[in-house]
């Protein structure tokens, strides 16, 4: 912590939305800033339900992020398939896609282990062939159909939204930046975002000097393969259970 902040330095590398309520419950005791590290748009709703329309309902759906369900779950498939999509399965890649779902008026969706795309692989290995509708990013790239189309299921791929870039940040927010106590990251894209946001210096310093905290196994092992340790925290947990893991994880700074 710095002699001029009394207060620690959190910076929350994340969407707009994630972990509003955290902020929120920290602001009394840190001095906390959102950097909007993810940002996308949908693909316009009329445009996919268009595409969609000569399809029969699907078996299941593959959710790999909360950006899936609200570009598509919500103004899609109600529209699409009104009777049929609440009674279609679905796979999350992680809780805070499955919380997503289940706000959206969703029924519960199956988690798989690990996090992420593997998870979603192997819940579905020992399942018979299935058709499987698979909203993402422009930047999922089809690994992850291909990879359950080896397993014998019909795989349909839909660009539902599309990343934006993120801009490098004024020096003045960098260098608020570069002397944060610690950092929480809710996403690989949002890891990739800092990055961009950041440059190499700002990372480094970072890396010197701040702590690490992750939201999920995913993204803790991209961090780890950049070289960075990290506490983790399981996404989709309350504000009151986050709230004091990150206190905790301040208890040492500046001793």
Not at 92 to 98: F, V
Not at 109 to 129: K, Y
Not at 181 to 202: H, Q
Request: with cysteine; proline share 9%.
């Amino acid at each position: 912590m710095t002699a001029a902040s009394p207060r620690p330095r959190i910076l929350l590398a994340a969407s707009d939305h994630a972990l509003a309520d955290l902020e929120s419950a920290l602001r009394g005791s840190a001095d906390i800033r959102r950097w909007i590290t993810v940002r996308w748009r949908p693909v316009p709703a009329r445009q996919l339900r268009r595409r969609l329309a000569p399809l029969r309902p699907v078996d299941g759906v593959i959710l790999t992020s909360p950006a899936a369900v609200e570009s598509f779950i919500a103004p899609v498939l109600p529209h699409l398939w009104p009777s049929e999509w609440p009674r279609l399965r679905y796979w999350a890649a992680g809780p805070a896609t499955a919380e997503a779902l289940r706000r959206r008026g969703g029924p519960r969706a199956t988690l798989g282990a690990p996090e992420g795309a593997e998870g979603i692989v192997r819940a579905l290995a020992r399942s018979p062939p299935l058709r499987l509708l698979y909203p993402r990013s422009d930047r999922a790239g089809p690994a992850l159909a291909r990879r359950l189309r080896r397993s014998g299921h019909r795989v349909i791929e839909v660009i539902a939204y599309r990343h934006c870039p993120v801009g490098r940040a004024s020096d003045r927010n960098r260098r608020w930046a570069e002397r944060a106590d610690l950092v929480v990251v809710t996403s690989p894209s949002a890891w990739e975002g800092l990055g961009r946001a950041l440059g190499a210096s700002g990372i480094e310093a970072l890396r010197r000097s701040a702590r690490w905290v992750t939201l999920g196994a995913t993204t803790a092992r991209r961090l780890r393969a950049e070289g960075l340790r990290s506490r983790s925290f399981p996404p989709g947990s309350p504000a009151q259970r986050f709230t004091p893991f990150l206190l905790g994880s301040l208890d040492h700074v500046g001793s």
